[in-house]
């Protein structure tokens, strides 16, 4: 399903099948998942993409060829593919254990061409193992949102009341791991959404409301998965003095002009930028020993449209697949 033009519908094509370089391995596609980011890249809100472009940074492939000096993968080996799909290696960040902050990096469905298809190539030294609980449509919601949550959970702190504005893909499996830290979550949804409150608290949330609602208690950290500006004052607000505030998506609305006293009492306001591989190993190590529910509502490859419209309509609980 390829991207010929931001704004535009998906275009179904017939593509050569792609080969293996060095380093690379051929997947046969079993699963994709469908992210807000892939709306970004779709409606032109993240600039300059790859074009044409195969969408998806969340895949589930079989290992069917490999390129030179591949090493540590096997054929028939299931892997997943995420967001970060390159790195150069020699930039100052690189080689200061900061691969998330590259200077030249390549990223899955973006500036690369990811899994919106039955083929995907990705650099071998990028693919992350998966935990052999979890199906191929539930290992998809595994990652990016699986992977940025935790990310975003862990430069958060380890403050007891956690909130969590937006609650989808990412919030739903955060929720359930912060639980098993025995963390309090709060909720905060789209107001009126009382499907994802209802989900939240079915998910161990003690508490579930708006985001144009005060939690009823100081927060120690809040992660903003909903791309609106407008909810940085917001939580601020929200997180008691020593608060800590983390923005977990790579693309946000306008952030409105705010008072200083909401940063005052050191509070902290901060991004997060991709992951590392380790943040990945680390996650998919962790969530094989837990009872980690996934969410997902599976969607045939060729009504991609379909399940990019389901997201961006709010439409749905958890997580949108693609299945070839």
């Known amino acids: 399903m390829l991207l010929e033009q931001p704004g535009r519908p998906l275009v179904l094509r017939e593509l050569p099948d792609p080969e293996p370089g060095p380093g690379q391995v051929l997947l046969r596609v079993r699963a994709c998942g469908v992210c807000r980011t892939d709306l970004h890249v779709a409606d032109g809100e993240l600039p300059d993409p790859k074009l044409p472009l195969i969408l998806g940074h969340e895949i589930v492939g079989e290992v069917v060829a490999c390129g030179a000096g591949v090493d540590g993968l096997r054929i028939g080996r299931r892997v997943g593919v995420p967001w970060l799909g390159h790195t150069c290696g020699r930039c100052r960040f690189c080689t200061s254990a900061r691969e998330n902050l590259c200077e030249a990096p390549g990223f899955t469905g973006y500036t690369l061409d990811g899994g919106f298809a039955e083929l995907a190539l990705a650099e ?6 998966l935990p052999d609980r979890y ?13 940025i949550g935790p990310r975003a959970y862990r430069l958060g702190g380890p403050g007891r009341r956690l909130g969590i504005y937006g609650f989808g893909v990412a919030a739903h499996l955060l929720c359930q791991l ?5 963390r309090e979550v709060y909720a905060l949804t789209r107001p009126g959404d009382l499907d994802a409150q209802r989900f939240a608290r079915e998910l161990g949330a003690v508490w579930a409301g708006g985001s144009d609602e005060l939690p009823p208690v100081p927060l120690d950290v809040a992660i903003l998965f909903a791309p609106i500006g407008a909810l940085v004052p917001a939580a601020l607000r929200a997180v008691d003095r020593g608060g800590v505030v983390v923005c977990g998506g790579i693309h946000m609305s306008e952030i409105p002009a705010f008072e200083y006293r ?23 190590a962790r969530v094989a020993t837990l009872p980690i529910r996934t969410a997902v509502t599976p969607f045939p490859l060729e009504e991609a449209d379909r399940a990019l419209d389901a997201l961006r309509s709010g439409r749905l609980t958890g997580a949108a697949v693609l299945v070839p």
């Not at 071998?124 to 193992?129: A, D, E, H, K």
């Not at 912060?178 to 025995?182: E, K, L, T, Y």
Request: aromatic letters at 6%; glycine letters at 6%.
């Open 124 to 129: 071998s030294r990028f693919c992350v193992p």
């Open 135 to 147: 199906g191929d449509v539930e290992a998809a919601a595994l990652l990016r949102p699986g992977l």
């Open 178 to 182: 912060a639980r098993h830290d025995g």
């Open 262 to 284: 909401l940063l005052w009492h050191e509070r902290v306001l901060r991004s997060v930028a991709n992951l590392e591989r380790r943040d990945a190993a680390d996650f998919m």
